[in-house]
């Protein structure tokens, strides 16, 4: 079946350090891959996504890169704030908008100043 | 972006009691909605997928009679949790997805209290 595993946390970084947060994959086909984010008190957002092989998500300095190759989605960020303490859930969608995602168990994110 | 509401955000009920919660679609036409639960520090699971005019697909060990899905409109799907047990307290989030839009839309979640 269809499956995502993604680095446990928590994380804890001080600002403007180096974020790496590892997610891999296990889906037949081609999935969609996802990086949703969590803030307290909130729903998820969308951050990036990519649809195929290569195809580089970005949004907000985070980024990550869609590898068939090692079925990896990492999630980078060369500096991060205060404010990108949250909670970052990996996903991967076999087909259409109309099914449903199949989520990692998250990696909460703390950054100090 | 678009706007997935859902209401209450929380609630506490006694056991035995039923709760409803309502995911809206409030600037586009969801013609499906899902149903996620969340446990603390846990990852979401799926509980059941909804198409607009249709009966929710629900996935393995989630018990239909239980969780009552409606989704009688393109904007509103409804989740009622029948005769809740402190077993059901979770948070509870609805997504949508429809149309051109191709990405799914996530309500805040509800947090419901089972005493």
């Known amino acids: 079946g269809n499956s995502v595993t993604q680095m446990e946390g928590p994380v804890t970084l001080s600002e403007e350090a180096f974020l790496t947060i590892n997610c891999t994959y296990t889906a037949t086909g081609y999935p969609s891959l996802f990086w949703y984010v969590q803030y307290p008190g909130e729903g998820l957002q969308l951050l990036l996504k990519?649809?195929?092989?290569?195809d580089k998500g970005s949004n907000k300095g985070f980024e990550a890169t869609y590898r068939k190759e090692t079925t990896s989605f990492h999630l980078e960020k060369g500096s991060v704030q205060v404010s990108d303490s949250a909670v970052y859930f990996c996903?991967?969608?076999?087909?259409?908008?109309?099914?449903?995602?199949?989520f990692g168990k998250g990696t909460r994110l703390s950054v100090i100043a | 972006g678009a706007v997935v509401s859902q209401h209450p955000s929380r609630v506490i009920c006694k056991s035995g009691t039923s709760v409803k919660i309502e995911c809206r679609s409030l600037d586009f036409q969801a013609t499906t909605m899902f149903w996620y639960r969340q446990f603390p520090k846990q990852s979401l699971m799926l509980m059941a997928t909804?198409?607009?005019?249709?009966?929710?697909?629900?996935e393995q060990g989630v018990e239909k009679d239980k969780f009552l899905i409606n989704h009688a409109s393109l904007t509103l799907s409804t989740l009622t949790v029948t005769s809740a047990h402190p077993e059901d307290s979770s948070f509870y989030i609805c997504?949508?997805?429809?149309?051109?839009?191709?990405?799914?839309?996530f309500g805040p979640g509800t947090r419901l209290l089972v005493l």
């Open positions: 996903a991967l969608r076999r087909d259409s908008g109309n099914t449903p995602l199949v």
């Open positions: 909804s198409n607009e005019g249709s009966k929710a697909t629900y």
């Open positions: 997504s949508a997805s429809g149309g051109s839009r191709e990405t799914q839309y």
């Open positions: 990519a649809t195929k092989a290569d």
